[in-house]
């Protein structure tokens, strides 16, 4: 059994989302095209949080959603409570929403964030942002809000030595954040947060790594903890960015779900914040043959454990990606505003600094060991009977961390299923080769 994730067409720099099967099959769904494209500008009312938000009827009626004339991804959901809640429970009173789209994230800002009392709306389409104005209407919030017409990094560069940057500033694009972050960080205040997503996963989990050294200046890699992956080498790339403006950015909170990654940054202005953050960059080698995992400041071309060829992701983020205080808060504001998916969200964060940056996949440790899959559970009772902590990983769909080394993640997994006698006295159990 393998982790990675396969190969996908070529759709680089577009948003990874699955179009699911219908009953009617490929004749219900060119019908569903046909339809969505006719209601391309009908316009309906549709409720997010507390919100009213005005949104083209047909991004609801198709997954993925039109791009044209405007965009609004109701998948997105989870990601915008997240935002409410995160900035509910910060201080600060301005928000810029750089690409605002029809409003969704703004507008839900400016209605249901109290101490907010500026929300900069930005995009570059008119028809997307006359939209936004609709509904910032509707919430009667239009005191509360601002538009401005124009490329995110204009906008956010213009922000510059100016008296007027923002507590909170959010960077949403099609694809890789990387044309918008040093803009984004100028545009953020000393002390504020800036949050940032990317969408190209196939990129960032290794699928295309010649695409992330190109892109992003570090090598990812696709196996059983990917995603974590993805996340830390996207915050190596913003603590990079920010110290070349002799800023700091240090995560606060991160969170991987469907085809996204999206981390949370405290912004400190200065140069020493900025040398302190890149203390946390380093490297990760994992061995597809012993599936030992270490943490080393340069990459590794062989383990260190069985000698054989290892496979190094870096530079990345190995420091802390959470505020165990912010996350509390932010807990408290989504159970208040009945966001029970960003609640749980945020609490399966909770303990993760306290392990290494990599997770163990149980159906890879069972595919090693050429096992049935044993129940998660029981490898966490023997883990912690022997003295190790656990939790299951936030990033991955299975898996766990723990600061046990592979092999007694290995030995874990036995004690829950029957195996031959001998078979973890070898020198190391031969991992099965994924990928060649």
Known sequence: MTSQIPKPPDRRGERYMKVPETAGGAGESFNRVQTAQRDSLKLVEHIEGSTKLIVPAASLAVDPPPTSPVFFNPAAALNRDISVCLTAATGGSSFCDSMAGVGARGVRIANEVNRIDCVVLVDFNGKALRIARKAAALNRVMRKCEFAQSETSSY?????????RFDFVD???????????Q????????????????????????????VARRRYGATPLNNGFNHETAIRLLAGVVARAAASLDTGARPVAAHSTMHYVRLFFSVSVGATKGDSMLNSLGHVA???SCGH?????????????????????????????????LLQGARRVADRLNLPKASATLAALSGLDGFPPWSYSIDDACSTLGIATVPETEVYRSLEERGYSAMRTPFEKTGLKTNAAYAEVLRAVTESQSLPEGLLDRPHV???????
């Open 430 to 436: 031969e991992r099965q080769r994924i990928g060649g």
């Open 286 to 288: 994992w061995c597809p």
């Open 293 to 325: 995992v270490a943490a080393a400041p340069e990459s590794r071309i062989s383990c260190e454990r069985c000698g054989k060829k290892a496979r190094s992701t870096g530079p990345i983020w190995i420091g802390p990606l959470v505020d165990e205080d």
């Open 183 to 210: 803009g984004a960080v100028r545009a953020t205040t000393d002390g504020g947060i800036l949050s940032v997503t990317a969408t190209d996963t196939a990129v960032l989990c290794g699928v295309y790594p010649k």
């Open 171 to 181: 960077v949403d694009p099609f694809g890789t954040p990387v044309g918008q972050l």
């Open 156 to 164: 956010l560069y213009s922000r510059f030595g100016r008296d007027r």
